[in-house]
């Protein structure tokens, strides 16, 4: 009987255990229940569902990079395109759903705004222009463009 109650104690503690989560500042996970999202977890000490909720995305709201080394055709001829792209999540509930693929959500969309900018303008308006068109796209997933450093060789 002893050894049942200890065996039944422990495993109570592993469940609280499980079920305790802690959200370092600067991060929101975003909690999936049976595969579907359910909430999203802010920094602190939270409460989950073991077995039934689980950890599906660590979202981190600090800012990242993105270097682009690309061949582009702008204007009449093919330029090289050297840019580093400053970026973060504002609002990690829309960008959930493309937090795992935004690397590639952000490289193809700058590509596409490089193709429709002045070659000829000085790199000042070129990168805000960039920044501009960046912005109003990747702002309904909850992204943002806070700086961009590009040159056309």
Known sequence: MPLTLIALFC??????????????????????????????????????LPLLERVA???????????????????????????????QVLDPARAETVIEGADALMRARAQTALLAIDPDAPARERNAALKLALNAV????????????????
């Open 11 to 48: 495993l109570v503690l592993t469940v609280v255990a499980l079920s305790v989560k802690r959200i370092p500042e600067g991060q929101v996970y975003s909690l999936h229940r049976l595969g579907r999202p359910a909430r999203l977890l802010t920094p602190g000490t939270h409460m989950v």
């Open 138 to 153: 990747l702002q309904a997933h909850g992204l943002l463009v806070t700086r961009i450093d590009a040159e056309l060789d």
């Open 57 to 87: 995305h660590k979202i981190s709201l600090t800012g990242r990079t993105l270097r682009l080394d690309e061949t582009l055709a702008i204007g009449a001829a093919p330029r090289a395109v050297h840019a580093t792209l400053y970026w």
